[in-house]
């Protein structure tokens, strides 16, 4: 009997693991379309779903885990289990599927080394479709007639995805990676802005002045200025209701922009009684509580970290904020900053995009580093 080949047989193991990570990459990509449209194709989205957890499940029964990636996933199992208690079965399988789906992306590609080949044609047909929008509106009309929010494209067209503010989170990570990997020449700032959406915009820029020298040795004491930031907002929270009563403010026969309700949320203590949500919920309103009025506002939840505490809870989501940004140093700042208005680090595209992207820049600049020590090939002394 021939003897097998190892070499083909790890060249083999090593296409299934790059197929199947191509595979759950696409997945991603048309969960996130699928999102957007209307209700006949997004009952797609729900087999996608399933598939795209069957086939992490699949990938992260192939790795070792450490001692954080351990307590990561029984956390999850276990606000998991206990919030079938504490909610309906339909809002128990849902916040399952979603928190599983984040945290199953997390662990996977924290291992594993993957550049998938369809994120920069993504980009490039987003970034077209946008340019296209802006020439010839009539152009883009049967996508804009398929999504649910066509009112929301005809303002702003979403591209790739639909949706505006998505659209622009997915292209402002690729843009940054593309930053550190050639000089964009402000490129990159042009384009976001050109998407439309004001807080990817200003989180981009946020990433950005990170990056200046004396910003990015602050940020290595990134612990002191987070704590310094929570006391900050405590102390301001505890007399919100003050400030509120003197500045008079009453939104509630206007219409409000989204950064106004962000602000008024942020400043709102009704609001903060979320993030004591042990367990994955639903849309927990705190509206009839709150200290501004939302007569032109639901009062439902603009608030990244507000949703991350609803959507997973307060234990499950902070533990899995902070392994996000373990693993995104790169991303850091754009993390933080667009948690103040979308939970957008729960989508699994995002969540592969950032950390196999935060990767591939320390290598870089790993190497780039090592080259700066090398001496010279010829010297003084060898001449």
Same mark, same amino acid.
């Given at each position: 009997?021939?003897?097998?080949?190892?070499?083909?047989?790890?060249?083999?193991?090593?296409?299934?693991?790059?197929?199947?990570?191509?595979?759950?990459?696409?997945?991603?990509?048309?969960?996130?379309?699928?999102?957007?449209? &209307?209700?006949?194709?997004?009952?797609?989205? =729900?087999?996608?779903?399933?598939?795209?957890?069957? %086939?992490? $499940?699949?990938?992260?029964?192939?790795?070792?885990?450490?001692?954080?990636? $351990?307590?990561?996933?029984?956390?999850?199992?276990?606000?998991?289990?206990?919030?079938?208690?504490?909610? #309906?079965?339909?809002?128990?399988?849902?916040?399952?599927?979603?928190?599983?789906?984040? $945290?199953?992306?997390?662990?996977? /590609?924290?291992?594993?080394?993957?550049?998938?080949?369809?994120?920069?044609?993504?980009?490039?047909?987003?970034?077209?479709?946008?340019? *296209?929008? /802006?020439?010839?509106?009539?152009?883009?009309?049967? *996508?804009?007639?398929?999504?649910?929010? +066509?009112?929301?494209?005809?303002?702003?067209?979403?591209?790739?995805?639909?949706?505006?503010?998505?659209?622009?989170?997915?292209?402002?990570?690729?843009? &940054?990676?593309?930053?550190?990997?050639?000089?964009?020449?402000?490129?990159?700032?042009?384009?976001?802005?050109?998407?439309?959406?004001?807080?990817?915009?200003?989180?981009?820029?946020?990433?950005?002045?990170?990056?200046?020298?004396?910003?990015?040795? %602050?940020?290595?004491?990134?612990? &002191?200025?987070?704590?310094?930031?929570?006391? @900050?907002?405590?102390?301001?929270?505890?007399?919100?209701? +003050?400030? =509120?009563?003197?500045?008079?403010?009453?939104?509630?026969?206007?219409?409000?922009?989204?950064?106004? $309700?962000?602000?008024?949320?942020?400043?709102?203590?009704?609001?903060?009684?979320? %993030?004591?949500?042990? /367990?994955?919920?639903?849309?927990?309103?705190?509206?009839?509580?709150?200290?501004?009025?939302?007569?032109?506002?639901? @009062?439902? =939840?603009?608030?990244?970290? %507000?949703?991350?505490?609803?959507?997973?809870?307060?234990?499950?989501?902070?533990?899995?904020? @902070?392994?996000?940004?373990?693993?995104?140093?790169?991303?850091?700042? /754009? =993390?933080?900053?667009?948690? *103040?208005?979308?939970?957008?680090?729960?989508?699994?595209?995002?969540?592969?995009?950032?950390?196999?992207?935060?990767?591939?820049?320390?290598?870089?600049? #790993?190497?780039?580093?090592?080259?700066?020590?090398?001496?010279?090939?010829?010297?003084?002394?060898?001449?």
């Amino acid at each position: 009997m021939a003897a097998t080949n190892p070499t083909t047989t790890k060249e083999r193991s090593h296409s299934r693991n790059a197929f199947l990570n191509e595979c759950i990459v696409a997945l991603a990509i048309l969960q996130m379309f699928l999102s957007s449209t &209307i209700p006949s194709l997004r009952v797609f989205q =729900i087999p996608v779903e399933l598939i795209l957890l069957t %086939l992490l $499940v699949r990938g992260c029964a192939t790795i070792k885990y450490d001692r954080w990636q $351990v307590l990561l996933l029984f956390v999850f199992v276990a606000v998991t289990g206990m919030s079938f208690a504490t909610t #309906n079965i339909s809002t128990f399988l849902v916040n399952a599927k979603q928190n599983g789906i984040a $945290v199953l992306s997390l662990l996977y /590609f924290s291992k594993v080394q993957f550049r998938s080949k369809l994120i920069f044609p993504a980009f490039m047909l987003s970034l077209s479709l946008l340019v *296209l929008n /802006f020439i010839a509106p009539q152009a883009v009309a049967p *996508l804009i007639a398929i999504t649910y929010l +066509d009112w929301f494209n005809l303002s702003r067209f979403g591209g790739l995805f639909l949706h505006a503010h998505f659209n622009a989170y997915f292209m402002a990570v690729a843009l &940054i990676y593309y930053g550190y990997m050639r000089r964009l020449y402000g490129l990159g700032t042009y384009i976001i802005y050109f998407t439309g959406s004001k807080f990817v915009f200003v989180s981009y820029l946020a990433n950005l002045i990170g990056r200046i020298p004396v910003v990015s040795y %602050l940020l290595k004491f990134w612990f &002191i200025v987070v704590a310094g930031v929570a006391l @900050g907002i405590y102390a301001f929270v505890l007399n919100a209701s +003050d400030w =509120i009563d003197y500045l008079g403010l009453d939104f509630g026969n206007l219409h409000l922009e989204s950064g106004a $309700v962000i602000f008024m949320q942020l400043i709102d203590p009704a609001y903060y009684k979320i %993030l004591l949500n042990p /367990f994955p919920s639903s849309d927990i309103d705190v509206s009839a509580e709150a200290k501004a009025l939302y007569l032109a506002h639901e @009062g439902h =939840i603009e608030v990244g970290y %507000l949703y991350l505490a609803t959507q997973g809870g307060i234990v499950l989501g902070t533990l899995y904020l @902070g392994m996000l940004l373990k693993y995104a140093r790169y991303y850091r700042v /754009f =993390i933080l900053v667009s948690l *103040l208005h979308q939970g957008f680090v729960m989508s699994a595209l995002i969540i592969y995009m950032i950390v196999s992207y935060s990767r591939e820049i320390q290598i870089l600049r #790993n190497s780039d580093a090592a080259r700066a020590r090398q001496p010279y090939p010829f010297s003084v002394t060898g001449l």
